[in-house]
């Protein structure tokens, strides 16, 4: 297996600012440019913050120059970030996922909110080349475990998974992200918000699981990244604070 870098951007976003959101997703990855991290993934909704009430007035297309700099930030340092979002098409708003990948292009990943949605993307949610591929799996129920059987199937290296979790509901997202891990013989990676947002009381604690199941690395809260390390002796696992 080659040596693989992997981080969960433990992020605090500020709520309905895109600019300043923009700028602290470009401070997160200069820290994992120095962790030398190749593929780098923020939490659902890390770009509007955590409010699923105003999702319709603040979607973005996946295409939408605003998100340039993120693109030129992945080409710049060779890196892939996956940053959460609601998603905006012909036909709906959907909460998911933009990849920036270090070639320039994008790839979107999203929740269909009907059968009719469809965005570039949806349905080939696997980036990176043979040994290190990553799964998008945003804004899906850990218990749904249709996300980690297709990761399996198309022959992901990685899950991965931003969410928001709260203190009530963390235990049993846990549980069922190390299940995955454990039954498809696939590391996954969580990241989860850093911050409360109104009613909304985040959990903290992004992880990494390896390909048994066994817990890599597990965050406590603030702002930092939970990384995860492949090399000829497996999975190691560090936390670095946002410098």
Known sequence: MPFWNVAAAQYGATPNDLDSNISHHLDFVRCAVAEQIDLLIFPE???????????????LHFTDERLNPLQNAAVEHQMTIVVGLPLQCEKGVSPGSVGFLPDGSRVACC???ARDIDLPGQH?????????????????DSDEETGPRSAAEMGASLYATGKFINEISYQKDEMYLQRWAHKYNLPVLLANHAFSSGEYRSAGRSACWDDRGELVVRADHGELLAVGRRDAKGWHGEIIPLR
Do not use: D, I, W
């Open 111 to 113: 929740k269909p909110l």
């Open 124 to 140: 080939t949610p696997l980036v990176g080349m043979h040994n290190r591929s990553v799964a998008m799996g945003f804004s899906t």
């Open 45 to 59: 909704l890390s770009l509007t913050g955590f409010n699923v009430e105003n999702q319709h007035q603040r979607a």
